[in-house]
């Protein structure tokens, strides 16, 4: 009986171990842009966990070449869309402090 339960246990643990390998076939390609078209690029997995963005990059635009649907918060409280390819502008200037992408 208690073999058993160690044993579902260690099952449902292998499936968590393995979701985050399925996970990173599924990223999206994001570009943040600053004025001076200072540019970095993220891979954000595409399984809606908000990833925190260390950079200071004060972006002004974010594209992307498609493959998600993701919302980036800027630090000034600003949210940003993107829905597949897409090119959009804050209306503040601001670095970007976390997004999460999906895949639909
Ligand atoms: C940034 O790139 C855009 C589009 O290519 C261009 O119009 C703009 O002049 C560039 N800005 C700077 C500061 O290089």
Redesign the pocket.
């Known amino acids: 009986m208690k073999t058993s339960i160690v044993a579902a246990i260690a099952a449902l643990a292998g499936l968590s171990a393995a979701s985050p390998i399925e996970n990173r076939q599924f990223q999206v390609s994001v570009t943040l842009?600053s004025?001076?078209?200072i540019t970095q690029t993220l891979s954000i997995p595409a399984d809606r966990t908000p990833v925190q963005i260390d950079s200071n990059l004060v972006v002004t635009r974010i594209t992307s070449p498609g493959g998600g649907f993701c919302t980036f918060v800027g630090t000034e409280g600003e949210s940003v869309v993107i829905y597949g390819e897409d090119d959009q502008s804050l209306r503040v200037p601001q670095p970007i402090e976390w997004g999460t992408c999906g895949n639909n």
Do not use: I
């Open positions: 842009w004025a001076r078209n």
